[in-house]
């Protein structure tokens, strides 16, 4: 995997950051920051999060934490680290998730675990590889040789809810739950369990952010676009709806979430 680089230097501090796609896992992108202390805001997205940590540990929501996975969130995270930061960063989509975790994903919501408890022994040998590997390609590389054989061998997601998730993610949100629950043939009651247990949130709450989550990148791509456009075109049902979930989702509203964005589009400042 040939990674894209992106680097920001200034008199403050400054990163750099190594992006590609790998086979399963979906986006990867190795981090190495220095300078002073930096917070961010880490908005609700569709996927979990692992964390391979080289080192310094990142603070969340005031816990410290090195090598992790995040599960899903219906609420803004806040993370701080005291300068210095070098590891890998993946977003597991949900289906992926499930099959490298071997769990539910639903006690896995608004939490964050330890890679060791998903791994175990495997953990520590695998971050000290990455963390000895001498360039971003062989450390993704690594990576996912690493991971390949519990991903392979894991048992598949039932058809039904793999369907409901590709309705979802294609749609950015915008089908009604009650449409995929009839398609699937289940009750109500049974498609939000399964769905829940499988993907971390409830349908609708996924929804939710999925719609949230697609609002938010169109205003980063485009800040002179309407926003009441991008309300319509994200499935809300006017402005006031999407600043109403901008505020409950994110903390803040949509033109205060904008203007905390870092440059070089190095996340959301806290």
């Not at 200034?10 to 190795?30: H, K």
């Amino acid at each position: 995997m040939q990674p894209s680089l992106r680097r920001h230097s200034s008199p403050a501090g400054g990163w750099e950051f190594a992006t590609a796609t790998a086979p399963v896992l979906g986006t990867v992108c190795g981090y190495r920051e220095w300078g002073q202390p930096v917070r961010r805001r880490e908005v609700p997205h569709p996927a979990l999060t692992l964390i391979v940590s080289f080192g310094d540990p990142l603070l969340v929501d005031g816990a410290r934490h090195t090598s992790f996975v995040a599960g899903l969130h219906d609420r803004p995270v806040l993370t701080a680290h005291d300068g210095p930061q070098h590891g890998i960063e993946v977003g597991l989509a949900p289906a992926v998730a499930g099959a490298l975790l071997r769990q539910p994903l639903d006690p896995l919501t608004n939490r964050v675990i330890a890679l060791s408890d998903v791994l175990g022994g495997d953990a520590d040998r695998l971050v000290a590889k990455l963390a000895s590997a001498t360039d971003w390609r062989t450390r993704f590389d690594l990576l996912s040789a690493g991971l390949a054989g519990r991903l392979a061998d894991a048992p598949p997601l039932a058809g039904e809810i793999r369907w409901a998730l590709d309705q979802l993610t294609r749609r950015h949100g915008r089908v009604p739950v009650g449409r995929l629950v009839r398609a699937t043939g289940w009750s109500e009651r049974h498609f939000a369990a399964r769905f829940r247990a499988h993907v971390g949130l409830p349908p609708k709450a996924y929804a939710r952010v999925l719609r949230f989550h697609a609002a938010f990148r169109r205003m980063r791509a485009a800040p002179e676009r309407s926003w009441a456009q991008i309300a319509a075109d994200a499935g809300y049902y006017d402005q006031p709806h999407l600043n109403r979930e901008f505020r409950q989702l994110a903390g803040l509203a949509p033109g205060a979430l904008l203007a905390a964005t870092l440059p070089e589009r190095a996340g959301t400042a806290a």
